[in-house]
């Protein structure tokens, strides 16, 4: 794995039998915990933001074949080298620690593959993040308190969090008194 991340090779992550999921990117760090890459995205065949994975939950991984390849229509992966502090990100806590400032991020949990949660952090612990929950309205509503060990993926940066900001109007959410 360090070779093709020393490389930025694109790779397919394939979590079955844990779920039935793979994703495609650029594998920029992975260790005991996590597995940090950037996206891409197979509708506009270019790289869309980042996402941080288990890493137990990644049963195997392939690099991509020349046709696969030869798909990419924007090969804009430099645009998201040296944007991440990797240095600090060793764990799910430490990266939700790093993202804390992000407008918004969408998380994906254990115990249900098909949705998720977008929103922005309000409160961070050890073992809990509470997110400012944004509806698929772009709308601000309530927020969800969701244990850090039930977490499998995050995402954020990619267009599905940008196009909800800017139908959102970029307004940020209300402050409870």
């Known amino acids: 794995m360090q070779e093709i991340i020393k490389n930025r090779i694109p790779i397919h992550v394939?979590?079955?039998p844990n779920r039935n999921e793979v994703y495609s990117g650029i594998c920029l760090k992975s260790n005991e915990n996590i597995f940090v890459f950037i996206c891409f995205n197979d509708e506009t065949k270019?790289?869309?933001g980042f996402a941080v994975i288990r890493n137990f939950e990644i049963d195997k991984y392939r690099e991509w074949d020349n046709?696969?390849?030869s798909e990419i229509k924007n090969n804009n992966y430099s645009e998201f080298i040296g944007k991440l502090p990797l240095?600090?990100?060793n764990n799910m806590f430490e990266c939700l620690s790093g993202l804390e400032n992000e407008e918004l991020i969408a998380i994906f949990t254990e115990t249900d593959d098909d949705s998720y949660f977008v929103g922005q952090i309000?409160?961070?612990t050890e073992n809990e993040v509470e997110l400012k929950l944004?509806?698929?309205d772009a709308e601000w509503v309530e927020n969800e308190k969701i244990k850090i060990n039930e977490i499998t993926y995050i995402?954020?940066?990619t267009s599905i969090e940008k196009e909800l900001l800017k139908k959102n109007g970029l307004q940020q959410p209300y402050k409870s008194l």
């Open 155 to 157: 995402g954020f940066r």
């Open 134 to 136: 944004m509806s698929e």
């Open 67 to 69: 046709e696969e390849l």
């Open 14 to 16: 394939d979590l079955a």
């Open 87 to 89: 240095e600090k990100m």
């Open 46 to 48: 270019e790289y869309d």
């Open 122 to 124: 309000k409160n961070l």
